[in-house]
């Protein structure tokens, strides 16, 4: 599996907590930016991470800023994306196993490194369903933006 992953400023030190955690788990991962704590624009980077999951670089993507709303906002209008704000275990495992969640969003502000390297070790471990649930994403897939 390969993940691509990115942040604004507000979600930069989250973000190389995460870094660290994949590359513990041996999962490969492109970092998209932003590299420094500098002020810049979170759709930037949430474009960035969802055309290299769009795309097939990428089978899934990570993306970080202060509560995790901008970014979750911005992943969601990319057509192909299903973009998950999860604060709790429970969401991250529901985003993949009902929902096919192919971005975890999470808030650098509101989520301690301990809880967000659980959230996505269960978003990673967790396949889709499928069953009733496939209709189900296939219905969100075919609303228009």
């Not at 990428?58 to 998950?84: E, F, P």
């Not at 070790?121 to 296939?138: K, M, N, P, S």
Request: glycine fraction near 12%; aromatic fraction near 4%; proline fraction near 1%.
């Amino acid at each position: 599996m390969k993940i691509a992953i990115g942040c604004d400023h507000g979600g930069i030190h989250l973000k190389k907590v995460l870094q660290e955690h994949l590359a513990a788990r041996n999962v490969e991962y492109t970092d998209v930016g932003t590299y420094t704590d500098d002020s810049c624009d979170y759709p930037d980077f949430a474009v960035k991470v969802c055309d290299e999951v769009v795309s097939g670089r990428a089978d899934r993507g990570i993306l970080v800023c202060g509560t995790g709303i901008g970014m979750s906002m911005a992943a969601n209008k990319v057509d192909g994306i299903r973009a998950a704000l999860c604060g709790d275990v429970f969401s991250a495992k529901m985003s993949r196993e009902h929902n096919d969640a192919n971005v975890l969003c999470l808030g650098e502000r509101v989520t301690g490194p301990g809880l967000a390297e659980m959230m996505l070790d269960v978003w990673l471990d967790t396949e889709f369903a499928g069953g009733r649930h496939e209709r189900r994403v296939h219905k969100i897939m075919a609303i228009e933006k």
